[in-house]
Nanobody, 125 residues
């Protein structure tokens, strides 16, 4: 049974930082492309950042470039998202997701078949 469990969400002031982690079980993470998505109230789920199974190729949404960094530790079956310079518009539920054995980094949510339960990030102004 595949499980993705996010942690690290919370409340932070604008300009602050948070780090999210996603721990995977029931699969070998090194065979999967990983990504973070987010969904704000009343909005569609959107791609935030992703990396391919080897971690050599990353992709970021324009609105997080230079502020967020995605990384993975395959030995720990974990992927992380470091978020700096957070702004109120970053407030959302953040989800990690994975898809088997791709060398690229898909950016559409429909491309991913395993999802975590989500963790809330709230950025106050």
């Amino acid at each position: 049974q595949v499980q993705l469990v996010e942690s690290g969400g919370g409340l932070v002031q604008a300009g602050g930082s948070l780090s999210l982690s996603c721990l995977a079980s029931g699969l070998t993470l090194s065979n999967y492309a990983m990504a973070w998505f987010r969904q704000a109230p009343g909005k569609e789920r959107e791609f935030v950042a992703g990396l391919n199974r080897r971690g050599g190729s990353t992709s970021y949404a324009d609105f997080v470039k230079g502020r967020f960094t995605i990384s993975r530790e395959n030995a720990k079956n974990m992927v992380a998202l470091q978020m700096n310079s957070l702004q109120p518009e970053d407030t959302a539920v953040y989800y990690c997701a994975c898809v088997f054995a791709l060398l690229n980094v898909p950016r559409r949510s429909n491309d991913y078949n395993y999802w975590g339960q989500g963790t809330q990030i709230t950025v106050s102004s």
